[in-house]
């Protein structure tokens, strides 16, 4: 049985369950975390990067979510030249 995301249900507990799940499957490796969105929560998930931004696009006939997993920054660095502060 899935995970269950309450709509019209302010305050359930189970939405906070569930989203706080998808929020640890955000940050698997690709296969485990769409592997855990099909399996735990009944969500089809996709998995996009682009440089430092990953998201999970998740979905099912009744919900879509998308949930980021945050990475490292790259550590921002001063030009000598200009003094400018730039980041990798």
């Not at 995970?3 to 955000?26: K, S, V, Y």
């Not at 998308?66 to 502060?85: E, L, M, N, R, W």
């Given at each position: ?5 309450i709509?019209?249900a302010?305050?359930?507990?189970r ?11 955000a940050y698997l ?7 855990g ?20 696009i998740?979905e ?15 550590q ?6 200009t003094?400018?502060?730039q980041?990798?």
């Amino acid at each position: 049985m899935f995970m269950q995301l309450i709509e019209d249900a302010a305050g359930d507990p189970r939405n906070a369950q569930f989203l706080c799940r998808a929020c640890q499957l955000a940050y698997l490796p690709e296969a485990d975390g769409a592997k855990g969105f099909r399996d735990e929560l009944g969500l089809s998930a996709k998995f996009i990067s682009i440089d430092n931004t990953q998201v999970y696009i998740a979905e099912s006939p009744d919900h879509m979510l998308s949930h980021f997993a945050v990475q490292k920054i790259p550590q921002a660095s001063t030009d000598s030249k200009t003094g400018c502060s730039q980041t990798p």
